[in-house]
């Protein structure tokens, strides 16, 4: 659809504009009952004043140029730490992070693996599964990528420093 190309050109544009990496989007929902979802990321974190001002400005490009036929939403935010991995760029940027990967096995059967992403190049990921097993997934074997924040970890880290 050539809105999604003009949509997808407005965001980059704003996010480059912005100095703010573009990570993800989605367009949700029907004609007349559309959310327009932008997920941006920056290397030392995401504001809230970054995402109110990316908003704006995608916002007033948006009305503009008249893109949407009637009424829509837009949502700003960062991607989260559970956030999806779809790209290379998203794998490669969460290395040494713990990851949930569902995908095809050689056999053709579904399976999901939790580790910590070791690896990723521009075909395939290794996943460290335990001290002594590794794995390495090509990207058209997955089917769904997670980086999964463990909190438990994070929690104790803190208390060692305190």
């Given amino acids: ?35 327009l979802v932008v997920y941006i990321t920056r290397k030392n974190g995401v504001t809230l004043d970054d995402c109110q ?8 490009e948006l ?13 700003v935010s960062s991607p989260g730490l559970n956030r999806n991995l779809k790209t290379p760029q998203h794998f490669i940027d969460a290395l040494n992070e713990l990851v949930k990967i569902k995908f095809l096995n ?8 939790k580790g910590v ?6 075909d395939s990921i290794s996943i460290k599964l335990d001290e002594e097993k590794n794995i390495t997934i090509f990207y058209e074997q997955i089917k769904n990528a997670k980086a ?3 909190w438990s970890s994070e929690f104790s880290k803190k208390n060692r420093k305190n």
Wanted: proline share 0%.
């Fill in 1 to 35: 659809m050539k809105n999604n190309e003009i949509l997808e050109d407005i965001i980059k544009k704003v996010c480059q504009r912005m100095n703010i990496q573009l990570y993800d989007w989605q367009l949700k929902g029907r004609h007349n009952n559309q959310s």
């Fill in 53 to 60: 001002k990316i908003s704006q400005e995608i916002g007033d």
């Fill in 63 to 75: 009305d503009m140029r008249d893109i949407f036929e009637s009424r829509y939403v837009l949502e």
């Fill in 106 to 113: 050689d056999e053709q059967n579904i399976q999901i693996v």
């Fill in 117 to 122: 992403l070791k690896s990723a190049n521009e």
């Fill in 148 to 150: 999964v924040f463990n």
